[in-house]
């Protein structure tokens, strides 16, 4: 059974930073990206970035280039997502997802497993 397991989300004064992680199971690692999503309320969800294990490739959105980093830990199957200088507009659910592809098309179309999210609230 494929399984998405987030942790690290909390509450965050504007400014700060979080480091998200994202353990797998159920897969071969090596075969798929990971990526990342977020749904704030009464909003669309949008991808904001993915890995390719294989290797290495990164995506980011614009709206996160140069606060988040993606990275991915081989041997734990797990992925991490570091934030930093967050804002209030970040407050949302944060997925983490696998699919075999990473590009813009897949970020904005969804991948095939998911994650049940975890909660990120940036205060002012």
């Known amino acids: 059974e494929v399984q998405l397991v987030e942790s690290g989300g909390g509450l965050v004064q504007a400014g700060g930073s979080l480091r998200l992680s994202c353990v797998t199971s159920g897969f071969k690692f090596d075969d798929y990206s990971i990526g990342w999503f977020r749904q704030a309320p009464g909003k669309e969800r949008s991808g904001l970035s993915c890995?390719?294990?294989?290797?290495?490739?990164?995506y980011y959105a614009d709206s996160v280039k140069g606060r988040f980093t993606i990275a991915s830990d081989n041997a734990k199957n797990t992925v991490y997502l570091q934030m930093n200088n967050l804002k209030p507009d970040d407050t949302a659910v944060y997925f983490c997802?696998?699919?075999?592809?990473?590009?813009?098309?897949?970020?904005?179309?969804?991948?095939?497993?998911w994650g049940k999210g975890t909660l990120i609230t940036v205060s002012s």
């Open positions: 997802a696998a699919d075999v592809f990473c590009n813009a098309a897949i970020m904005n179309y969804g991948m095939d497993y």
């Open positions: 890995t390719t294990i294989s290797n290495g490739y990164t």
